[in-house]
């Protein structure tokens, strides 16, 4: 299938609404708007920042033995990168705007993982407010970042803006009214769309890997409870017969990760032609959005998913992990609330009210966030005699 949904793609085009910027500047030379945001994105510092912060399992090993094998938040992003511009390239999409999407995807995430997300989260709702690694990642990119003289932020593309908030989530006007100008009405590009599943088939496969190498996961439990893996691990044992079981396990999980790329493509092409979506503006209001799996594999996907909520996510050491990091987010969160004036100076300044009246809560939270696991690690030891 060369190329089946190329008459969707967003355009290459410097003068189209996709590619606007809020601070207009020149066109580049030779690289085209996509291309270039994906060049600021790597150059952010918030995107180096994704290097400290936990996947999974934390580097320091709190779950079992330190590993420096473990993916960080940073790998796992060049993985969804390399699986998203595979998928876009295939069916003809723009990749360099694919990519751009997935490398920036998880920018806004707070140290610790999904754990410190939900730590954060439950601190600001004392407040009435809440945490969101999306909304985040957009303050992030429109405000924190300061590169140029002119204006904060990285002055991204539309395109890019917009499926930063829109790639996993639907946002209604009435529940975020700041986000009206994104078209919440209307279903984001099939690039930004193909990210949230880019996402789900590189953790999927990534956290069977990084939960075997850690111990917590079961070889003949995952046979006997995963057809999707047992589908190809099987052949893979019988057809190597002498090689190491770390190693048929590596061939059947490449696998099956191939497997699931092919499903999406084959999938997200047959719910294009059933919808009758030819253009962009077809898909930007078809009502649902089109890149999918097929009934089947989305079965599967739920179900191995399911696995690793039950054998990984919810196993006895990495809950410890998760409590050590939301007692980390907690004690800092709220000593700072009690005493703003120990925060860096930048901080203080904003809730001081030199630029503007942002509320303490929201500023701390805007501080955690942005920590990698070390750093906030240090910052509680250092002050743990206040706790
Ligand atoms: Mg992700």
Redesign the pocket.
Known sequence: MPFPLASCAAPDDATDPLASREHPEPEHAYRSPFERDRARIIHSRAFRRLAGKT?VFSAGGAAGEPSDHFRS?LT??ME?AQIARTVATTLGLNHDLTEALALV??IG?PPFGHAGERALDACLREHGLRFDHNLHALRIVEHFELRYAAFRGLNLTFAVREGIIKHSHDYTVAEQPQLAPYLLDQQPPLEAQLIDLA?EI??LTADLDDGMEAGLLDLPNMRANLPLFERFYAPMAHAHTDAGEKLIFNEALKRMLNALVGDLLEATVTHARAAGVETLAAVRSAGHRLVAFSPDMERERLAAKQYLYTHLYGSEPLKRDHATAETVVRDLFHAWVQNPGLLPPSYSIRIAGFSGNERAPRVIADYIAGMTDNFILAQHASRSRSF
């Open positions: 996947q938040r796992h992003t969804v995807h998880d995430h996402d590189a953790y």
